[in-house]
């Protein structure tokens, strides 16, 4: 356990060194509001704001360069828990609320004591975690040492959740400072992104990871095209006259289309298919997995099945890569 931890921490640390070199990280702060005239306490708040900013940035970067978070897998209950349904990701299995839980992470990297990407808060200013006021809690809370009163909220969200501390309860009326420091959105690119690194060790500066997240969101782009054009030899309008079967006896034994269409499947990719997931492979190409009568019992991850996708490349895409690698 020492030795795993001793290279997990040293992963990191090659990361941050690559880091440091970097550029400058863009700003992502959202929402802020100045409702005061304390100069000191603006002052204070735009520190911790930028602060925290930069590191919520930082460990994103982090996340998605290396999904298996290294030294950090057991940071608290978020990185176990992400650990978990990162390998049942990578397993081709169902994951629930899995953006959530990579916000979580991010969250937890930045406010935990033992990560390096915890900032140091601003003199004489200390920093709280997930303090509840009443039906509202914000995720960081900058307070005076010197008093013990609140200065500054701050929400961790990702950018596609923006502005929606405006939903939340009076943040206006229960502190004059606030903002939001947002992350990218997890999206099916970024996690095509994160499979490509799943060994990796954290090496990845700022220009490597723009450059290589551009390249997988593209990749994705044209391979969802690709899979939306091919699920339409699987829609039931284009099949239904080949199931040998009367629609009557179709309605009343949901298994003759699920059969039908599972082995059409296997035999197409040339691979073995599991019925469950069949209807969740159905909905990475867009097919309406209900058409073939899965829907009580059945539960449909897109992910999942594009996962699945990927895994099982027809022989045309096989040569294409392998041409492509030699050019």
């Known amino acids: 356990m020492q030795l795993q931890k001793s290279f997990g921490n040293r992963a990191t640390m090659q990361y941050l060194q690559a880091r440091s070199s970097a550029k400058t990280l863009q700003r992502a702060l959202e ?43 057991d940071l608290d209950g978020y990185t176990q828990l992400w650990i978990t349904k990162w390998n049942k990701y990578l397993n081709n299995e169902k994951v629930d609320l899995m953006a959530a839980t990579f916000g979580y992470v991010i969250e937890s990297l930045v406010s935990t004591e033992g990560s390096e990407f915890k900032p140091a808060p601003p003199s004489k200013c200390s920093v709280a975690t997930q303090v509840t006021y009443g039906g509202t809690r914000p995720d960081l809370v900058l307070r005076s040492t010197k008093d013990g009163g609140d200065i500054a909220w701050l929400d961790l969200t ?46 990845l500066n700022e220009d490597d990871i723009k450059k290589r997240l551009a390249i997988a969101k593209e990749a994705y782009r044209q391979r969802k095209a690709e899979w939306i054009q091919l699920g339409k030899k699987f829609t039931y309008t284009k099949l239904k006259h080949d199931i040998g079967q009367p629609v009557v006896l179709q309605k ?40 073939w009568h899965f829907s009580t019992g059945f539960s449909v991850s897109e992910s999942a099945g594009e996962s699945w996708l990927v895994d099982h490349p027809l022989p045309t895409e096989v040569e294409d890569s392998e041409m492509h690698v030699e050019e």
């Open 31 to 73: 929402s802020e509001e100045y409702n005061t005239k304390n100069e000191a306490n603006i002052k204070s708040a735009k520190s911790f704001f930028d602060e925290y900013d930069k590191a919520v940035q930082r460990a994103y970067q982090y996340v998605i360069s290396v999904p298996s978070l290294r030294g950090y897998a």
């Open 158 to 203: 990702a950018s596609n959740s923006a502005e929606h501390i405006y939903d939340k309860e009076g943040w206006r009326d229960k502190v004059s400072i606030f903002a939001e420091a947002t992350y990218p959105s997890l999206n099916p690119g970024t996690l095509s992104f994160m499979v490509q690194n799943k060994d990796n060790l954290g090496k």
């Open 252 to 291: 009343l034994d949901g298994r003759i289309r699920q059969n039908f269409i599972h082995k059409k499947i296997m035999d197409y990719f040339g691979a073995e298919i599991s019925l469950k997931m069949v209807p969740s492979v159905l909905q990475a190409m867009r097919v309406d997995p209900t058409s």
